[in-house]
C-alpha cells in the first residue's frame, strides 16, 4: 500500500496542538465541572471508592484505592490521585469532607499526609447520602474509560450544588481557578430562594448566603459592596484574617493567641512564626517576649506573649502589626472558572445556580422516570400473582399438564391449550380466556407455593398498594414542575437537617488595617567607615572618647543623628543614599552575640558591616567622600578629576531620596570629592611633581550634570595625584614632609604650575 506525504504547516500545526493540550488540561484536569464541583481526578477517586469502600466497609489501603482508580479511570500517574484523595479528606481544607479518612493525612501546620501504603480512606457517609446513592439511576450516561475496558460517569448527582460547598482551586494553561468553600446550611437555603423565584435580586441571595465559610474558620474582612461584586461577576479579591484573642497567662502577662487561621495560611504557620520572630529582631515588636505554637490536634493557637504591663493600646497596634506584615490578613483572590457544557466560564453566583438547578431537574426527571417504570412494573407483577392466586388450582393443572416451560407460558399468555393434557372438563375452556403479560407470566412461573398462605397474599396486597401509591406520586411529579420543585426543596432541606454544620468563619466590615508607628526619639549617634570599608553606628559619647583613635583607625567619621542619611559618593560618579536608621537595623539584627536583645547601637570593637550592602556597587569602587546629607545641603563641594578637570556643586544637589544616582560629569575618574568654603584654597599635585595653588573663587559652580573647567594643566601623560583644600595657615602632607600652603606659588586656575624643593 502506498504512503502520501502530507506537506504541514509548522507554525499552524504547533499552534494547533498546542490549543488542543490546553483544552485538555483545562477540561480534563484543572477545572471543576459546574453540575457536581469535581475535577476528573476527584470524580473518579469517588467512583472507585464507592465500589471498593463503602461509608458502611472498612477503611480500605490508600494505595489501593490509587491503584483501583489509576488502572481503570485516571492512567496520569499516583501522586496526583493521592493528592487528591487527601486534599478531599482534609478536614481543614473541606468544610464536610468527601472522603472519611483513617491514619496521617497531614496537618493545617502544611506537614504532608503519610506515604499511601500507611494511610487508609473510605467514602464517606455525606458523600454517600447527597450524592451516590441516586448514581445507579445514570448509569445509560456513563462513558468508555481510556482504553475502553470500564465506564465511568461523566458526572455525579450531587443533590446539592458541590461547586460552592466544597470549592475548588486548579492552574490550567493560561487560565486558573480559585473556588472558596461555603456553609452547605447557606448554599442549601440560596438554591431553595431560586428555585421558589428564579428572578430573585443577588442581594436577597447573599442574605441567605453572605460570603465564604472556610473550614479554618477566621474573619472575613470586607464590605458588602465587594462580595456583591465577587458575587455578581465570579471574580474579586477579600480580606482574610485570623480570629485572635487576648488571653491572661498570669503573673500581669498577657498573650496574644492566634485561635483561628486565615484560609490562606494553610500550611504556613511556620513562615508566619519566622516572620513574627523577624520583627521582633527588627525591633518593630519590641513588646514581645515570646512566640510559641501551642496547637494540638483539636486545633491551632499560636501565642505570642507580651511583657508585663503592656497596655491595651499597644497590644492591639501590635495585633494590627500581624495583620499586615505577617500574613495574619491576607487576600484571598476569588476566581470562579469552572466547565460549562465542556468549555470554561467564569460565573457569578445567579449563574451557577441556573446551570445547577436546570442540572438537577435533568436529574430528577431521569430518576423519577425510571422510579415510576420500575414501580409500573412492580405493579404489574403484583396484580398478575394475585390473578393467578385467584385461579391458582387451573394454573396447577395447566403446569401439571405441560411437557415443557415454554408450554405452560404460551398458554398463560395467549391461551394456548394445544400442548396442555387437563385433568378436568371444562379447564381448558377457562384456559383459553387466560392473557397474562410475559412478565407476570415469568414471575407466575417463578412463585412459590408459600404465596398461597394468607399472610403471603396479604403481602402482595399490601405491596401493590404501596406501588400504586408510588406510581400515583411519580406521575404527578412528571406531569407537574411544581411537584418536582417541591421534592427537590424537601430533599435538600433533609440533607440540610442531617448534615449542616454552623458557620465557621464570620463577616464584618474591619476596614484598613492601621498600624501606628512608634515614635522615634533622635539621638547623636556617629557613623565610621575604616578602610576595608565596614560601616557601622556608634553612640556619639562614645565618639566623643575615642575621638583620635577613630581619626587613625577610620577613612570617615561622620557625627550625626540616628534619623539622618548619609551620602557615600565613589570614584564611579555615584553618589549612593544610606538612612542610619538601615545601619542601625541590620547592625542589631547581625548582632547575634546579644541574645532577645541589647542596644541597637554597635560597640567600637564591633566589626560592622560591609557598605556593599547598602549600595549597589561591585566592590572595585573607591570612596572618596562620606557625610551626612543634612549637614552638606548648604555646602558646596568640589569635584575634581585625574585630567586636571574641576567644578563646584551645590549641596542641595544631592538631597534626594533615590538610593544611587549620578554625581557627577565632571571627567572619567574622579580623585576628590569634598566641602569648599568662601576663601578656600586648592592645591593640586601630579604625578610629575607639578603644584599648583588656586583661589576656590574661580572655580565655577556647575550643575552636577555639567563638565568641569580646567584646574590645572597638565603635560604629556602625566595626571593628577592629589587635591588639597584648606586656608593659607593650613598644612598638607607628601610623604614624611608637612608643607605650609603659601610653599606652593598661586596661580590662576588653568596654569601649568610649578615643582617643589623639599
Known amino acids: 500500500m502506498s504512503e502520501k506525504i502530507l506537506n504541514v504547516d509548522y507554525e499552524s500545526e504547533m499552534g494547533q496542538s498546542y490549543v488542543d493540550y490546553s483544552m485538555s488540561v483545562i477540561t480534563e484536569r484543572a477545572l471543576p465541572d459546574v453540575r457536581d464541583g469535581l475535577k476528573p481526578v476527584q470524580r473518579r477517586i469517588l467512583y472507585s471508592l464507592d465500589g471498593l469502600a463503602g461509608s458502611d466497609k472498612p477503611h480500605r489501603k490508600c494505595a489501593r484505592i490509587v491503584g483501583d482508580t489509576m488502572g481503570k479511570y485516571h492512567p496520569h500517574g499516583d501522586s496526583s490521585i493521592y493528592e487528591g484523595l487527601v486534599n478531599m479528606a482534609q478536614n481543614w481544607k473541606l468544610p464536610i469532607p468527601l472522603v472519611d479518612p483513617h491514619g496521617n493525612f497531614g496537618a493545617v501546620d502544611g506537614s504532608g499526609a503519610a506515604a499511601m501504603r500507611y494511610t487508609e480512606a473510605r467514602i464517606s457517609k455525606y ?41 475548588s482551586t486548579g492552574i490550567a494553561v493560561g487560565m486558573a481557578t480559585n473556588i472558596p468553600t461555603h456553609n452547605l446550611g447557606e448554599v442549601i437555603d440560596a438554591t431553595v430562594a431560586y428555585l421558589n423565584d428564579p428572578e430573585i435580586q443577588l442581594e436577597d441571595l447573599l442574605a441567605l448566603m453572605p460570603g465564604p465559610d472556610f473550614a479554618t474558620g477566621g474573619i472575613i474582612n470586607a464590605t458588602p459592596e465587594e462580595l456583591y461584586n465577587v458575587y455578581a461577576t465570579g471574580l474579586g479579591k477579600i480580606k482574610v484574617r485570623g480570629k485572635v484573642e487576648v488571653r491572661d ?90 466547565i ?41 407483577i403484583k396484580m398478575g400473582l394475585l390473578t393467578a392466586v385467584d385461579c391458582i388450582d387451573l394454573i396447577i393443572e395447566i403446569l401439571r399438564g405441560s411437557t415443557k416451560v415454554a408450554d405452560a407460558k404460551a398458554c398463560l399468555m395467549h391461551g394456548d391449550t394445544s400442548n396442555i393434557k387437563f385433568r378436568f372438563k371444562g379447564s381448558e375452556a377457562d384456559a383459553k380466556f387466560l392473557c397474562f403479560t410475559e412478565k407476570q407470566a ?28 408510588l406510581i400515583k406520586k411519580y406521575t404527578r411529579l412528571m406531569e407537574s414542575r411544581d411537584a418536582m420543585k417541591q421534592q427537590m426543596i424537601d430533599d435538600m432541606l433533609e440533607i440540610k437537617a442531617k448534615y ?57 567619621a561622620v557625627k550625626c543623628q540616628n534619623l539622618d542619611r548619609i551620602a557615600v559618593f565613589a570614584d564611579n560618579n555615584q553618589v549612593y543614599t544610606i538612612k542610619v536608621a538601615d545601619i542601625i537595623k541590620l547592625q542589631a539584627k547581625k548582632n547575634t552575640s546579644k541574645k532577645g536583645g541589647g542596644s541597637l547601637i554597635g560597640r567600637l570593637a564591633d566589626k560592622g558591616i560591609q557598605v556593599f550592602e547598602f549600595c549597589n556597587m561591585n566592590g572595585d569602587e573607591n570612596i572618596l567622600f562620606m557625610d551626612c546629607i543634612e549637614h552638606f545641603v548648604t555646602d558646596k563641594l568640589l569635584f575634581v578629576s585625574k585630567q586636571g578637570l574641576a567644578k563646584v556643586v551645590d549641596g542641595s544637589a544631592f538631597d534626594t531620596t533615590r538610593r544611587a544616582a549620578n554625581a557627577s560629569k565632571v571627567g572619567d575618574d574622579i580623585i576628590y570629592i569634598g566641602k569648599i568654603s568662601e576663601g578656600d584654597f586648592i592645591i593640586a599635585q601630579s604625578e610629575k611633581g607639578y603644584y599648583i595653588r588656586v583661589d576656590a573663587a574661580e572655580i565655577p559652580e556647575k550643575g552636577k550634570g555639567a563638565a568641569g573647567v580646567r584646574l590645572i594643566n597638565l603635560e604629556g601623560d602625566d595626571v593628577l595625584e592629589s587635591v588639597f583644600v584648606g586656608s593659607t595657615k593650613d598644612t598638607f602632607k607628601v610623604g614624611d614632609n608637612e608643607i605650609i600652603f603659601t610653599r606652593v606659588k598661586p596661580g590662576k586656575r588653568g596654569g601649568k604650575g610649578s615643582k617643589l624643593r623639599f
Do not use: W
Not at 511583657?307 to 493600646?313: F, I, L, Q, V, Y
Not at 415469568?442 to 401509591?469: P, S, V, Y
Open 249 to 338: 497567662i498570669g503573673y500581669g502577662r498577657k498573650s496574644i493567641c492566634v485561635t483561628e487561621l486565615p484560609y490562606t495560611m494553610i500550611g504556613g504557620t511556620a513562615k508566619f512564626l519566622d516572620t513574627v520572630a523577624e520583627l521582633v529582631r527588627n525591633r518593630e515588636l519590641p513588646a514581645v517576649v515570646d512566640i510559641a505554637d501551642r496547637g494540638d490536634k483539636n486545633g491551632e493557637c499560636l501565642c505570642i506573649d507580651v511583657k508585663k504591663g503592656t497596655s491595651d493600646e499597644e497590644i492591639q497596634n501590635i495585633i494590627n502589626i500581624l495583620y499586615k506584615k505577617a500574613a495574619l490578613e491576607d487576600t484571598f483572590g476569588v476566581n470562579i472558572n469552572c
Open 127 to 167: 458523600t454517600e447520602d447527597v450524592c451516590m446513592k441516586d448514581l445507579p439511576f445514570f448509569k445509560d450516561q456513563f462513558i468508555p474509560n481510556f482504553d475502553g475496558t470500564e465506564t465511568e460517569p461523566t458526572f455525579l448527582p450531587f443533590q446539592v450544588p458541590n461547586i460552592l460547598v466544597s470549592g
Open 500 to 556: 449542616a454544620i454552623p458557620r465557621r468563619t464570620q463577616i464584618h466590615n474591619y476596614g484598613t488595617v492601621v498600624v501606628k508607628k512608634a515614635e522615634v526619639v533622635a539621638t547623636d549617634v556617629a557613623v565610621l567607615l575604616d578602610r576595608f570599608y565596614y560601616i557601622k553606628v556608634v553612640d556619639a559619647n562614645v565618639y566623643e572618647k575615642n575621638i583620635d583613635q577613630i581619626t587613625k583607625d577610620y577613612r570617615f
Open 442 to 469: 415469568d414471575a407466575i412461573l417463578a412463585m412459590r407455593l408459600q404465596k398461597l398462605i394468607g399472610l403471603e397474599i396479604n403481602a402482595l396486597k399490601k405491596e401493590l398498594a404501596d406501588a400504586e401509591k
Open 340 to 380: 460549562n457544557n465542556g468549555k470554561p466560564e467564569v460565573m457569578g453566583l445567579k449563574k451557577i445556580l441556573k446551570v445547577y438547578t436546570d442540572f438537577k431537574y435533568g436529574l430528577y426527571d431521569t430518576k423519577y422516570r425510571k422510579l415510576l417504570a420500575q414501580q409500573e412494573e412492580i405493579r404489574e
